[in-house]
């Protein structure tokens, strides 16, 4: 993979460890003596009952190998704070009915599950068969993503813990709104760090986020770099600061709190395939940055076996190209930002730069407990790349009047492939974590550069 080298500064003593790629060993340096070594295979075999288990529980630490809080001592005691105010919230009446409340009223959920007839029609076959394909439409959200059902949550949590300033790092833009919104509404002072590359790429989310009253610091480079500077202003401020995660990754209790957060997307679609057709989805598609909208429309069904669960990454420019951010599909095992997890580093541990025309995918890691769903063979996951996005992107705008966000158009592009591998009247949930018209400028700088789209 060629791209520039950065030092994973956030916790700088716990780096990369580095697996094999001819071994099923991982070599592990600079972390506790108890998972010097840890086997793949005896993981996998646990998976089956983590698995079942994983549906219900809460609060979860590890993931078969993957979670973990991997972090200097001095942030435990703030974790372990963290970590008891989210197992209080799950029985704490005044706080969920709260969330309740503002997740409907505020954010306008329940979102739709939308009946995408066009683009069923679309898919079919010459014999008019095809699957049936509906689109969870978490781009009519406050906001216009999924992120704010994540922000909203955090914010309380924040706000309970006595800190009033709250630090986020964005990428696309969308977890920086949803934050700026979230502290907006519970008078919290917010700061959002962003790339100056991010900041190019989505002006209209620099804007919204300041007129929510956000300061936005820009940081020389991408989403990592800012992810980086974020959490070291929240290293530097345990205090007075909550650092807000805008995905599925992070030490424990993030991964697990951000998920729980995020679950409505699927309890919801769980429902409302109920009542349209009386039944489950066949096939549930999500496309995965960090993962936590994917792990949110996921999470509900990980138990029903029958139901397929398909992440899609970003494939950029291609997989061998090496400017892509397959992170599941090209990465190894390592840790990164206080958890263990897939991602993307080279042979000394150095992580690297990802690529992906949308721009929120952009991310070297990946969650953990999507990590373990790959590697216990419960989930699939491919990637599709920045052209197929792109087409996908138009496809949907054209077809069905929604400008889908660059990062759902990935989850959308996959359909070409999955589509005609499914039987006739199949039932297939497409998140579209988000809307489009941030991307609007970069679709038409590269549509006027290629006839093809
Ligand atoms: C609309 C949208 N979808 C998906 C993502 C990817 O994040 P995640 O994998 O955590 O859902 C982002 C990230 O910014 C986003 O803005």
Redesign the pocket.
């Known amino acids: 993979m060629s791209t520039g080298r950065t030092t994973p500064i956030h916790f700088p003593h716990l780096q990369s460890f580095v697996r094999s790629k001819t071994s099923s060993q991982l070599v592990i340096t600079s972390l506790p003596p108890v998972i010097k070594s840890c086997n793949i295979r005896a993981a996998a075999k646990q998976s089956a009952g983590l698995i079942s288990s994983l549906q219900t529980a809460v609060n979860v630490k590890y993931f078969g190998k993957h979670g973990g809080k991997y972090v200097p001592e001095t942030l435990i005691s703030c974790l372990s704070e963290l970590e008891a105010r989210v197992n209080s919230i799950s029985n704490d009446a005044k706080f969920q009915k709260e969330l309740g409340d503002t997740l409907r009223d505020y954010v306008g959920r329940e979102t739709p599950l939308y009946f995408a007839e066009r683009l069923t029609e679309h898919y079919k076959n010459a014999d008019g068969e095809g699957p049936l394909i509906y689109l969870k439409r978490?781009?009519l959200n406050h906001g216009?993503?999924?992120?704010i059902n994540n922000a909203i949550g955090q914010a309380m949590i924040a706000r309970e813990m006595g800190r009033r300033r709250v630090v986020a790092a964005?990428?696309?833009?969308?977890?920086g709104v949803a934050t700026a919104a979230a502290c907006a509404r519970l008078s919290l002072q917010c700061v959002v760090y962003m790339g100056t590359h991010d900041m190019k790429r989505q002006p209209s989310n620099v804007l919204h986020m300041k007129l929510l009253g956000a300061e936005v610091k820009a940081i020389e480079g991408s989403f990592k770099d800012a992810s980086s500077e974020a959490i070291r202003d929240w290293v530097g401020n345990l205090e007075t600061t909550f650092y807000l995660s805008?995905?599925?990754v992070g030490p424990h209790p993030c991964p697990a709190m951000v998920r729980n957060f995020q679950s409505v997307i699927g309890k919801e679609t769980r429902r409302q395939a109920l009542e349209k057709w009386g039944g489950k989805p066949d096939v549930l598609v999500?496309?995965?940055?960090?993962?936590?909208?994917?792990m949110?429309l996921f999470h509900e069904f990980v138990g029903d076996e029958e139901v397929r669960l398909i992440g899609v990454e970003a494939g950029g420019l291609g997989l061998d190209s090496g400017r892509h951010s397959a992170t599941l599909a090209m990465g190894d095992v390592g840790v990164y930002q206080g958890t263990m997890s897939y991602l993307l580093h080279d042979d000394e541990g150095q992580i690297l730069n990802p690529h992906s025309i949308?721009?929120?995918?952009e991310?070297p890691g990946v969650?953990p407990e999507l990590s373990f769903l790959k590697d216990s063979g419960r989930a699939e996951f491919y990637s599709v790349t920045d052209q197929e996005a792109l087409e996908a992107y138009r496809r949907l705008s054209l077809l069905e009047g929604i400008i889908p966000?660059l990062?759902?158009s990935h989850a959308l592009a996959y359909l070409d492939i999955l589509c005609p591998t499914l039987t006739h009247g199949s039932k297939v949930v497409v998140n579209c974590?988000?809307?489009g018209e941030k991307d609007a400028i970069t679709f038409i700088k590269y549509a006027s550069h290629d006839q093809s789209i």
Request: aromatic share 2%; charged share 15%; proline share 0%.
């Open positions: 978490e781009d216009g993503s999924h992120k964005t990428g696309a833009g969308q977890h805008g995905t599925v999500a496309c995965v940055g960090g993962g936590s909208n994917a949110g949308g721009v929120g995918l991310y969650g966000a990062e759902a974590s988000g809307r």
